[in-house]
């Protein structure tokens, strides 16, 4: 194999494409990258066996071949080469990098013990625009959990598409966060769940270039994400999610509405004196159109209030501060409307017309202050 290509364009591939080489499998073929020259175009994939990157490059190619090369050690020594142009070739397991001056010999790995990646047979696929992705992304990954300490099937993000409808629903057990869109579909219902992890790294090779669409094949324990000239292949979570239609309160005694930035910033206030390895609650009271917060832990005590239109029956509530600021920074509206159902239901927060998003979260039990 012999190739010569742009030293800062490899850069890049191989940066992009390394987040999905094994960090915690102690296997030399899967802490490599794998690379393919054809007739004229470089392929480099990383795969952990349950999450891959694949990308497409135009190279010169002089010898077509394979080789596996330690992602670490190819990455560091493309990222340190000065001159323009790079040229990688191999002899057996012997791989000669030379770049200007600069000439590395390191030993790669026999491109036939690299694992083959999982294939997706589906009959349609779907194409989104990039930032409408980013948007919901974005407004419901907060309330994916990060561990599988709960339930595994609540580290993923849940894609649900049925009749035009697209839903994108995150959970953890403490909150949830729903996000809707209509789109053009007309296909059968398409309802899968993607770990967080492959979501994350997703959306860091989008553009936010509309005329990359992003293109996605669905199987039934795998995906393929597929944008620009970059491949994202996972496997499925499977497992019994939420019904989260259920989880929502049906009797509402207090609706508030209120400025979504006000919100944050009354609640800010009170991050001194909550103590980091303490679930102190801040405590919120929705009366007289202000909502009211205080908290008191051993650090100190704090009270503040804001405006706000409230109507129904005066609330008291607690809250994990960083779990309610989530879902108002998530929040892309400049007012949003809270509904409570009490002090122990959860709180739901929604724009103030439409669906486009919902959040709930669960309420913290209170302790008397005095």
């Known amino acids: 194999m012999k190739f010569t290509c742009n030293t800062k ?25 794998l690379i393919e020259c054809g007739s004229d175009t470089l392929s480099l994939t990383g795969y952990d066996f349950e999450f891959g990157i694949n990308t497409i490059l135009s190279v010169d190619v002089m010898e077509a071949g394979d080789i596996v090369i330690n992602a670490k050690v190819f990455c560091d020594i493309i990222a340190k080469l000065a001159d323009e142009f790079v040229t990688v070739e191999t002899n057996g397991t012997s791989v000669s990098i030379i770049s200007g001056a600069a000439k590395y010999n390191i030993t790669g790995i026999d491109a036939n013990d690299y694992p083959e990646l999982p294939s997706v047979n589906s009959s349609e ?10 948007s919901m992304v974005s407004q419901t990954i907060f309330a994916v959990a990060d561990s599988e300490s709960g339930k595994p099937v609540y580290t993923g993000l849940k894609f649900n598409i ?10 953890d057990g403490y909150r ?16 899968f769940i993607v770990p967080k992890k492959t979501i994350r790294e997703l959306i860091k090779l989008f553009d936010g270039d509309n005329e990359h669409k992003l293109e996605v094949n669905v199987g039934r324990r795998h995906i393929i994400f597929e944008i620009g ?7 499925l979570l499977d497992g019994e999610f939420l019904d989260y239609r259920s989880a929502l309160p049906k009797a509402i005694s207090t609706t508030v509405l209120i400025n979504t930035q006000d919100a944050i910033n009354c609640i800010q206030r009170t991050q001194p004196v909550i103590e980091n390895n303490q679930k102190n609650p801040i405590r919120c009271m929705f009366d007289n159109d202000e909502m009211r917060v205080s908290t008191v832990s ?3 005590r704090f009270v503040d209030h804001t405006h706000a239109n409230t109507s129904g029956e005066r609330v ?20 949003v409307r809270i509904e409570l159902a009490g002090p122990v239901s959860p709180v739901k927060i929604m724009p103030l ?7 709930l979260v669960l309420p913290m039990r209170l302790r008397n202050e005095n």
């Open 9 to 33: 364009e490899l850069s890049v591939a191989c940066n992009n494409v390394m987040r999905a080489v094994s960090t915690k499998v102690a296997i030399p073929t899967i802490e490599g990258i």
């Open 125 to 134: 696929s779907i194409q989104f625009d990039q930032s409408l992705i980013y």
């Open 162 to 171: 049925k009749d035009n409808d697209f839903t994108m629903i995150g959970v």
């Open 176 to 191: 949830l966060a729903i996000r809707k869109e209509k789109i053009d579909y007309s296909g059968d219902e398409l309802d």
């Open 229 to 235: 000239n970059y491949s994202i292949i996972s496997r």
């Open 298 to 300: 051993s650090l100190g």
């Open 316 to 335: 008291e509530i607690g809250f994990n501060s960083k779990f309610i600021l989530d879902a108002l920074g998530a929040s892309d509206t400049d007012e």
């Open 353 to 359: 017309q439409g669906e486009s998003f919902l959040f």
